[in-house]
């Protein structure tokens, strides 16, 4: 069997047999392809793939200069491909039990914002709000929506894929609770507890006429269309210059913000992990070395040091 006949029949499995998302099933693609088109290798029969056709792969994904963690991604896809093949039976050898791949990542920490700066952009948003004289407008309707998105990422910590994926009858508006599908088709449910937000929620709800509307989706566009992760990124990086803010931001960084700062209201950690949707306690635990008000404050108020006083003596 040539490789492309064996990736084609690999996608119809990760579509149709594993029932893999959109956004999965796109990615696969764009590896698997990345891969065939690399030295032709479409018409190279699937037993003569070995360990060192894998190791020039990996020094040319290298010499793109791709980071470590796009070049690990790819490389996991690829093993997926050829653990699928061997049990299959499609293949004798699986070459990546001939390698021993270790692709190292470099730490790094989650960008997040301080209160005051998420503070500053929402008062913008509202003051326009308040100041907006044309409200039968398209554009007073899109500033009530984008209002409600980051308060919802905010209020939170959804990612903007899950966010945009939202479905009219993911959301209560009676009760403020929120079902989410996230990755790997978990569910879970989270609350909208603050009342100005629950509010608002219900505002757009009535002006796009939501529960009327022919999109099964919560959020939508001028089209009636589904809102894109594209334009949610797009729209807070033009609030984020509008309001005077000079850190670049981006939808994930409400996530990671909701997570430390709840950390640093002494939260425990494996609420957070559920609230975020994390399928193990280490993914949450990288927002404690953020934590660093919390750490200043243990170190300020219980370090031992703060006995000693040797001018006095």
Do not use: W
């Not at 392809?33 to 894998?54: G, T, W």
């Not at 937000?197 to 566009?221: A, H, M, T, W």
């Not at 306690?281 to 006995?307: A, C, D, F, G």
Request: positive net charge.
């Amino acid at each position: 069997m040539l490789l492309t006949k064996a990736i084609k029949d690999f996608k119809f499995h990760c579509e149709f047999e594993k029932n893999l998302s959109t956004k999965t099933l796109q990615a696969y693609s764009i590896d698997l392809n990345q891969f065939e088109e690399f030295k032709n290798y479409k018409n190279i029969d699937i037993q003569d793939f070995d360990k060192y056709i894998l190791k020039e792969y990996i020094q040319h994904l290298y010499s793109l200069n791709l980071k470590a963690k796009t070049i690990k991604r790819k490389m996991a896809v690829l093993k997926t491909f050829f653990n699928h093949l061997e049990f299959d039976e499609e293949i004798v050898v699986n070459p990546f039990r001939k390698i021993n791949l270790s692709i190292k990542e470099p730490k790094t920490l989650p960008q997040t914002m301080e209160l005051k700066e998420i503070k500053k952009l929402l008062k913008y948003l509202y003051r326009i709000k308040s100041e907006f004289k044309y409200l039968d407008k398209y554009s007073y309707k899109a500033l009530i929506r984008d209002i409600v998105v980051i308060e919802i990422l905010f209020s939170t910590g959804i990612r903007v894929s899950e966010l945009c994926s939202l479905k009219k009858n993911n959301i209560n508006l009676h009760t403020g609770i929120i079902k989410i599908n996230g990755k790997g088709s978990k569910e879970r449910i989270i609350h909208i507890c603050d009342s100005e937000v629950k509010k608002q929620i219900k505002y757009y709800v009535d002006l796009f006429e939501i529960y009327s509307s022919k999109s099964e989706y919560f959020f939508i566009n001028r089209l009636g269309k589904q809102l894109s992760e594209q334009s949610v990124r797009l729209m807070i990086h033009k609030y984020q210059k509008l309001s005077g803010l000079s850190k670049y931001i981006t939808p994930h960084m409400f996530r990671h913000s909701f997570a430390t700062l709840l950390l640093e209201e002494g939260v425990d950690i494996r609420y957070i992990q559920h609230m975020l949707g994390h399928s193990s306690i280490s993914t949450t635990q990288i927002y404690t070395q953020v934590n660093m008000k919390q750490q200043r404050k243990i170190l300020n108020t219980k370090h031992p040091r703060r006995h000693f006083n040797f001018l006095d003596e």
